[in-house]
DNA sequence: AATAAATGCTAAATCGAGTTATTTCTGGTA
DNA sequence: TACCAGAAATAACTCGATTTAGCATTTATT
């Protein structure tokens, strides 16, 4: 096993001082007036071994780690995933490293992981906030760290975030299906109070009780195991046979619901038509195909990061916090008559 | 902004030496003859004040950094997410962390980011390996790093890692097929030479030649963007009017296909019958469900994280790898006769 | 020629832990 | 009284970098 080199190696064997070789390599020669014909000794040395500093020891003096800590809901959750991915890359491109991990919507565990995050002196957050964990976002927020949140927001805190305008994207998809003639129309969402969740509801509720309509809700506890999710959408269902179309509060539920009506043996969209908040694969390819609100994920990837890394890179913390709202798009497909 | 205590602080505020704060604090206070009165006075005033050593420090001096590296050829999709997913649990309740990135299949990106993992002392690896990696795996393990791969496996180098039986799932799969009555059975893959794929074809040519069969392969480039993964298939398709089924090397080709299908107006199961590699909701959800060859996620993701923890555990580098090898589940569904 | 300024480089302190080698204290024994 | 053993604690070094403050030497200025 090679043992790695130190910056004391290289400054021993070029016999010179390791103070040197510092200042060459984080580009302050000039600053510092190294001479030229040095510097390029010391760079052709370095990249003739192949000498990297040792991160840790930077990072341990500096403070910094140039990496951005990144806490989604669930990363193998189809939307989570595809944006962590485009943070990734574009975070990689920057220079900076990303440690996830999934928070399962648990304040606990994302305040322990925020905790273990800090301990690692990450240098930015990107945080999809569960419920009550509004202190410890204050908290990073307060010592000056980077904090962007994104997916729904924190009502309390003063934070960049990036979400989409949930609100309108379920009234006017709710509109379309008035609009279609259907009477009955049915949201079945989770029965929690995040931002995200509260205005897809209102945007539900809005266009209903705008057309005179009565609203029926069904809000049902999130659980891995699909059993305990698809139970009370089938419960919900077969207790409400008026119900002609229905709205789903996202791409998880959409599923569910799509395995309980096969169950069901509903015709979609003849016995009910379907619109899903978020779009999905599924949703393309099964028969037929589903009406999505599609949230512009990569417009969603792109603001976040560039939010971020402005953050970061402007070392003044001016405190205007920037809340961006994108807008979604109905895809319109066969589920619907 | 709070300022972070460090174990001096500690040491001080108790009017005592930090070795001693650092003895009682990793637990080996009886080893070093520390009062039990002065270890109680310690552990409560350090709990008292919610004092955490700082592990870049102690990751410095330790080398120990309690972070695996995962390397996923790519975080977006399913079958790499959620493996990832348990991996992260079960890693997380043994107390350590996970750094992970996608490959994207690229050698020269893979040694970038086992090169960043190196830098960043993490303890163990864990990684789906592209082509062309080979010396790079073999210096980890000659530097006594703990590696474990899965999905695929580099013949070249000797390491633990987990796999399925790829060969004979297809050869399985095809002869299900050809026991059906199909008699032009197509299948389609990924341009490469790693193992499983290789596996994969081995198994479908050994089926097709074992019944006089003739094999017909249609082998296409890896690209993010869909439309230049679906064009070659559906040219292929299209020249080729006499096929009756097709095996997909695996999901994402699987769903392309379904894709390209629905374009060509092809009639599941009447028109062609269809068998996937991996099952994904999409297959289990589209109409009609699709015949699939489910991984075993939980059980690779729990031998892949048991492998490496005890790798990590047992410091003695017993030079016996260990080889995993899985059996799939074919999922039959409605897409075949 | 004496002094000031610019040049080129470096010794030593520092970040916050873990670890090695050593000191101080207590009590018992010769 | 002198000496020693063990108990209890610590000073000082280390990991590998950055950074502060400063030392020679050369060049420019008066």
Redesign the interface.
Known sequence: ??KKLSIVDIANSLNISKTTVSFILNGRAREKRISEELVERVLKYVKEVGY?P????K??RTGK?NIIGLLVQ?????FF??I??QI?DRA?KNGY??????TDNDTQKTQELI??FR???VDGYIIVPPEGIEEDISSLI???LPVVLFDRYLPGVETDYVVVDNLFSTYNATRYLIDKGYKNIAFISFNNQQTQMADRLNGYKKAITQSNLKTNIKEVDFYQDEKLMTEPIQAFLNEHQEIDAILFGNNHLG?CG??VL?NLDKKIPEDVALICFDDY??F?????PVTAIAQPIDAIADKVITLLLNRLNTSVENGVKQQVILTTDLRVRKSTK
Chains 1, 2 share one sequence.
């Open positions: 096993m090679k990297k040792n991160s840790l020891a990072s341990l780690s669930d990363i193998s959750n189809n995933a595809t962590a991915r990734e990689y490293k990303i440690i996830y991990s999934s905790a273990m301990d690692r002196h307060k010592d000056g599923t799509l395995k096969r694969e599924v393309e390819l099964c028969n037929p």
